[in-house]
């Protein structure tokens, strides 16, 4: 028993240790972006700011550098989640509910188009954006996010509608309520933990999605902040560490805004069935 209990305390040991590395790898990035964002002197070094000041911020707070990337930034995050969610909502429901001949088929579908890299299909879908005029446009970047990103959610979706029972429904059926009443006003009021899941891991994956934007955004006016951030790097000769800080902590900000304000539903860790179904 000693020498069990020395082994469980040398593994737990073990596993700290190499937590608090792991730990250590995201926080000190974190640290000295909070830092050198306030330090109009700052350098590669971590390191107090000699004076707190917002000049950096004061630089980076103009029209071309931030404030139209943010814009873009949030259209096309919070166009693209909200689409994925509509979408997500109107494919799973089928799934979920009826019995179709090939449901089995398209599941396994959705589950393989989830799994195709983007890059493999990104020449043939820029030749088709091309000739439908979709190019350099935030909505031609809005339509390619959301077919990308719906195959995974409608698979997490339908698992979302799976655990309601019908049996709510059907007891709003009877007492006069249409299926998309039912659904209105009992699937999806049960479903917001599940949908501010699917809205919350769209968002932050469109927020720091750099690849299809690059690909298919041609003029600057249209650039979201990842590609402005991968520019601010190369376009100024010597890099001034401060401002790529500060404009680093904005382009941040708004995913910790998004995940704090949607994290007490997703803390709630399952659907709110609650005493609705009686045994």
Known sequence: MANLAKAKTRDRLAA?????????AFVVPMVWMVLAAFDAEATLAIQLPARWSLTNFGAIL?????????MNSVIISAGTSCLVVI??????YPLSRYRLRYGK??????????????????VPIYVMFVHIGLVDTLAGVIVFRTAAELPFAVWLMKGFMDAIPTDLEEAAWTEGASRMEGVAYIVVPLLAPGIATIFILSFIENW??????????????????????YSFFGEY??????????????????????????????????????????A
Do not use: C
């Open 87 to 92: 979408l997500a909502l109107f494919a799973g």
């Open 105 to 122: 088929q398209y599941i396994y579908t959705i589950v393989f188009a989830s799994a195709l890299p983007i890059t493999a299909i990104m």
């Open 208 to 229: 720091g999605n750099f690849f299809v934007p690059f690909i298919l955004l041609q003029s600057r006016d249209n650039y979201p902040m990842a590609v402005s951030l």
């Open 237 to 278: 000769g010597e890099a001034m560490y401060g401002q790529l800080a500060a404009f680093a902590l904005l382009y941040t900000a708004p995913t910790l805004l998004v995940y704090f304000l949607i994290q007490k539903p997703l803390q709630k860790g399952g659907l709110r069935l609650g005493g609705a179904v009686k």
């Open 62 to 70: 103009t029209e071309d550098v931030a404030i139209r990337p943010f």
């Open 16 to 24: 700290d240790i190499a937590l608090t590395f792991v730990a250590i």
